[in-house]
């Protein structure tokens, strides 16, 4: 039997993923969690097969949970399962050490496909998905400016197009304003983005916002 861990802040949701998984045969939710530090806290405890994870909760964000899952002796798995294109977080998540990555609007048989060939070790990617692995690998040289930059960095670019302040991010990141300051001038110096206005252009050009 497959152990899984759901961690989504959203209980809808995770209500829906319990239901549809523990009607398989051989796929079962046994925990949830809210948010990244309850997930980290239930994987330090307990035994998963698969750690259903999403990419944007509260606080410290998926990715930063799979980064420390790496640095630690957590041996789960994990598949992202988002809101959010493949061609906005795919990439990122799976060199963060994710073993898959899936959208929200996938099928059923999709995801308990991924869960269960992550759960068996391998890594799950859609055939998309595994065409822009290819085709990155032959222009790692030609990245666009967004790709330069680190996980923390590409999400303040993306807060600050959708218009929030640095006091509104610092507050949404769980981070100090001198901090988020810190990543909107490397954000300035990477991608040559000089203003609030280029980066909300170049954010909405590039379909990295979410609306």
Known sequence: MIRVLIADDHPTVRRGLRQML????????????????????KLSEHRFDVLLLDIAMPGRGGIDVLKEIRSSKIKTPALMLS?????????????????????????????????RKVASGGTYVSAELGERLASSVKRDDRKPPHELLSDREFEVLK?????????????????????????????????????????????????????
């Open 83 to 115: 809101i959010f294109p493949e061609d906005q977080y795919a990439l990122r998540a799976l060199k963060s050490g994710a073993s898959g990555y899936l959208t929200k609007n996938c099928d059923a048989e999709t995801l308990i496909e991924a869960i």
């Open 22 to 41: 523990n009607e398989t045969d051989d796929i079962v939710v046994v925990d949830e969690a809210q948010d990244c530090a309850g997930a980290l806290e």
């Open 159 to 211: 807060q600050i197009a959708s218009g929030k302040s640095t006091r509104e991010i610092a507050v949404a990141m769980s981070l100090s304003v001198q901090t988020i300051s810190t990543y909107r001038s490397r954000i300035r110096q990477k991608a040559q983005l000089r203003s609030v206005a280029e980066i909300t252009a170049y954010a909405l050009k590039n379909r990295l916002l979410d609306f």
